[in-house]
């Protein structure tokens, strides 16, 4: 049955996520949670929360359904652990580079650069099983980053969400997406199960 308990199971991290991201929409949490250059020193937990809140229902709605389609795409990819600790990884590490490189940037919040980073991560470690498909990530995400710097942004998600999308996110997310990826792809077998038969897919 599609909807077993196993693929329920499967999907337990997007659940998750969306349900994190849902009540801190519902009880307004981005006064608390927001990334802040003034109060990040004093309330460090805005490194990680940040990310998981959002300008509004749209906002919001948006970045769960390219959750949805990454776990469509590389969800099998990697044990539930991995895109966890992937999850918290880039989360902290695209809030240290808009502090320290994005000085224009006052504020952050949005789970779109964790979620650029978890494509570009579960793409590459994705090579040694599917390259066709690891690729074709790779490659859609280096084209997104391109037409977004040499175009006028994203007006269009601009417009809808109620506020600038931050493309710097996007791009240290994929950065940083890579490194984890590649980490990940040095490992023996990083994917989810143990049977061969699921690493030896091409």
Not at 82 to 104: D, K
Not at 131 to 149: D, M, Q, W
Request: proline content about 2%.
């Amino acid at each position: 049955m599609w909807f077993g308990a196993g693929h329920l199971r499967s999907w337990s991290v997007p659940f998750a996520i969306a349900l994190l991201a849902v009540i801190l929409q519902w009880v307004d949490g981005a006064e608390w949670l927001r990334l802040e250059r003034e109060g990040v020193a004093a309330e460090p937990w805005r490194l990680l929360g940040a990310h998981f809140v959002h300008l509004g229902w749209t906002h919001l709605g948006l970045n769960l359904a390219g959750l949805a389609l990454l776990w469509v795409l590389l969800g099998d990819t990697l044990r539930p652990l991995l895109w966890m600790l992937g999850v918290v990884a880039l989360a902290v590490g695209v809030s240290f580079l808009l502090l320290c490189c994005s000085p224009t940037v006052g504020w952050y919040v949005g789970f779109s650069g964790v979620l650029h980073g978890l494509f570009a991560a579960g793409a590459v470690a994705n090579l040694r099983r599917h390259t066709t498909l690891g690729l074709g990530v790779l490659a859609f995400l280096l084209g997104k980053l391109v037409l977004e710097r040499i175009g006028d942004g994203d007006s269009f998600t601009a417009e809808r969400i109620g506020g600038a999308v931050i493309l710097d996110a996007h791009l240290y997310g994929v950065l940083l997406g890579l490194a984890y990826g590649a980490v990940l792809l040095s490992m023996s077998r990083p994917w989810r199960g143990s049977g061969a038969s699921r690493g030896d897919r091409r």
